[in-house]
């Protein structure tokens, strides 16, 4: 089956310039997460959806992000009035994992190939 | 705050060679999974180890779980060309019903045939 999409792949932008980022989850999974990648720096978390639950919005770096779901599938992530240091690669990942209090449940999240983002 | 510090950051090597790659904290985990990352891709989970001493076997890749669960490592024998990657460890922390991972740096393999 189809695996996690995301659009654009590249994106350039200006300093100041809104972006949007899509994500195109597994179909039937019900968590979504936001990553960032940055040189030197590993995955960075952003934030996560599980169903219809309020998101986990604390690995968002400042107010210029922001990240919906409709539907419970598809993302977007938007990053407002852009900075150089945003330059990244924003990876999405999709699990089928439901809420659980089971400390010993695992999970596979799945990742998308990326979307370059480049800030001039 | 780094959580996970992977060593080494890089490594070359020749096919044929061995080696070992290390993901220490000193938090405790649930769990603990690797990935693998080629350029232009997104990371692919290799592994979840869960008991503290759990030692997992993928082929030519051996996974360690650190007593504690804290540490881990990756153990590649007779490294070949199709190896080359970036290798991710990530920690499972469960929060309430949350489930998050938090990532190491990275260790990127290149295996030179």
């Known amino acids: 089956g189809a695996g996690v999409s995301q659009s654009p792949s590249n994106k350039v932008t200006e300093k100041g310039k809104d972006v949007e980022l899509r994500c195109d989850p597994i179909?039937?999974?019900?968590?979504l997460y936001w990553y960032r990648q940055s040189l030197g720096q590993g995955l960075e978390f952003l934030i996560y959806?599980?169903?219809?639950?309020?998101?986990?919005k604390s690995g968002l770096p400042s107010d210029r992000f922001s990240a919906e779901r409709t539907g419970g599938s598809v993302s977007t992530l938007t990053i407002q009035r852009t900075q150089q240091e945003d330059s990244a690669v924003y990876l999405c990942a999709s699990s089928s994992r439901r809420r659980s209090r089971n400390l010993s449940s695992t999970d596979t999240q799945y990742f998308g190939p990326g979307t370059r983002l480049t800030v001039l | 705050t780094q959580l996970l510090e992977q060593s080494p950051q890089f490594l070359s090597i020749q096919e044929g060679e061995n080696l070992t790659v290390y993901c220490n904290s000193s938090s405790v985990f649930s769990s603990l999974q690797w990935y693998r990352q080629e350029p232009g891709e997104g990371p692919v989970l290799l592994v979840t180890v869960v008991t503290g001493g759990e030692v997992k076997k993928l082929k030519r890749l051996t996974f360690q779980f650190g007593d504690a669960r804290k540490d881990s490592s990756l153990h590649i024998t007779a490294a070949q060309p199709g190896d080359t990657g970036l290798y991710l460890c990530a920690g499972v922390i469960l929060s309430g019903s949350n489930y998050k991972l938090t990532f190491g740096k990275g260790t990127l393999l290149t295996v030179n045939p």
């Open positions: 179909s039937g999974h019900t968590a």
């Open positions: 959806f599980q169903g219809n639950s309020a998101p986990d």
